[in-house]
């Protein structure tokens, strides 16, 4: 009997282990999503903050452009 019941706790051992290891890997998976969609958060924002700036930066440099041929012609 004691054969039995060691074989019996050893397939429980390894079930136990394979639900453990499904765990880890869905969690894993969870947080590797989790950390993409931050990531694309981010980049998308920085790509609006930066796309802000630089129109401001090309309506600076015509205005001061528009001032000089202005200044220029007078």
């Known amino acids: 009997m004691g054969v039995i019941l060691e074989r019996v706790n050893e397939a429980a051992h390894g079930e136990r282990e394979a639900l453990w290891a499904a765990s880890e890997a869905r969690d894993r998976e969870i947080k590797?999503?989790?950390?993409?969609?931050?990531?694309?958060?981010?980049?998308?924002?920085?790509?609006?903050?930066?796309?802000?700036?630089?129109?401001?930066?090309?309506?600076?440099?015509?205005?001061?452009?528009?001032?000089?041929?202005?200044?220029?012609?007078?």
């Open 32 to 74: 590797r999503q989790e950390l993409n969609a931050l990531r694309l958060s981010y980049h998308r924002g920085q790509a609006e903050r930066l796309r802000l700036t630089l129109e401001e930066l090309i309506t600076h440099h015509e205005t001061q452009a528009r001032q000089l041929l202005e200044k220029g012609s007078a």
